[in-house]
């Protein structure tokens, strides 16, 4: 019984190796390992300040130019590391009604003015809206909840609109290369932060750093987390989401989620179902679009243009205008 045993497990772990090299030769699944606190020192940038419990912000009350596709933009923030426009200060927003967004850089607004985003074409509306944008390159979904309960409560908002990609939900797993982040993990259905102090094993990140077999894992995890909500990918985020949902039940603050998928139309039918569920109203862009996403992304940087922010926002501004949320004054 015993050879029995031993004789499966070596034919197990040889095919196991079989199949490492075969994807090595022909590179496919290249490792793409999460990162651990303090295998990085924290680096000095330009634009961006460390913030101890989100992550961080753009540098308070500052202006910088990126380039995108030829596009010369011109970034500004407020006095709390926001994204504004240029002339946010000469805006009247009196008892106006306070919109709060949460994201990542398709939200923030990569690649495009201000004036030309989401949060621009809120504020801009024939609707009176004050928007905060709370959206910073880099963040995951994880970042999205730290921000809405550390910096956007305090903003005392009417509505919350969260906008998510699809790799947002791979980014809780993981620290950050430039900056230290707080990391969550999940223990028996509770979402705890993550020790400083705590790493893998040593085996188990060899693993993660060299296994293509691992990468693939992930993968699969990934898809059957989208498609039919199994695995520790989806029970992570979905934790995480509730979380959100629950803050903003608590608050008594109605929330919109907007999926933003891959350029490639990436379909996400658990996060619909579960969002429909707890009676979220939700905005898929893919199925919004029907399918036709060509004319919505960067031709290469593959952030969404002006017409993808411009679908969200009248989205959004019906979604608002419907459920009578605008203060009347």
């Known amino acids: 019984m015993f050879n029995k045993i031993l004789l499966s497990a070596i034919s197990f772990f040889l095919a196991l190796i079989i199949v ?41 009350n500052s202006k910088f130019h990126f380039t995108t596709e030829n596009r010369h933009i011109t970034y500004y923030s407020n006095e709390k590391g926001y994204r504004v426009s240029q002339d946010y200060n000469v805006l009247n927003k009196n008892d106006a009604t306070k919109v709060l967004v949460l994201g990542d850089s398709y939200m923030w607004g990569y690649g495009i003015e201000y004036e030309n985003t989401f949060g621009g074409i809120l504020n801009k509306s024939k609707e009176k809206l ?34 998510i990609h699809t790799d947002d939900f791979f980014r809780g797993f993981t620290n950050h290369t430039l900056f230290f982040k707080p990391v969550f993990k999940n223990v028996n259905g509770k979402l705890i932060l993550k020790s400083p102090l705590e790493k893998p094993s040593s085996i188990y990140r060899f693993i993660e750093v060299k296994s293509r077999i691992f990468d693939l894992y992930k993968d699969g995890d990934e898809w059957l987390g989208r498609n039919y909500g199994l695995g520790s990918w ?46 979220i109203d939700y905005l898929d862009i893919n199925r919004a679009a029907k399918g036709d996403l060509d004319n919505l992304y960067l031709k290469k940087d593959k952030h969404l243009n002006e017409s993808g922010h411009k679908l969200m926002a009248d989205y959004a501004l019906n979604w608002i205008d419907k459920q009578k949320y605008i203060t009347n004054n």
């Open 130 to 163: 004050d928007v905060t944008n709370l959206a910073m390159p880099g963040f995951g979904v994880d970042q999205m909840y730290l921000s809405l309960i550390h910096w956007g409560l305090y903003e005392k908002p009417d509505l919350i609109v969260l906008g």
């Open 20 to 60: 490492e090299a075969l994807l090595s030769f022909l590179d496919i699944h290249p490792p793409r390992p999460f990162y651990h606190d303090r295998e990085f020192k924290t680096e000095l940038s330009k634009h961006f300040v460390v913030d101890n419990e989100v992550g961080w912000t753009m540098i308070p």
């Open 234 to 279: 989806w029970n992570f985020n979905k934790l995480i989401l509730g979380e959100i949902i629950q803050t903003c039940e608590l608050n008594n603050i109605p929330l919109l989620v907007i999926h933003i998928p891959y350029y490639t139309g990436n379909s996400f039918p658990v996060l619909q179902e579960y969002l429909y569920d707890k009676n």
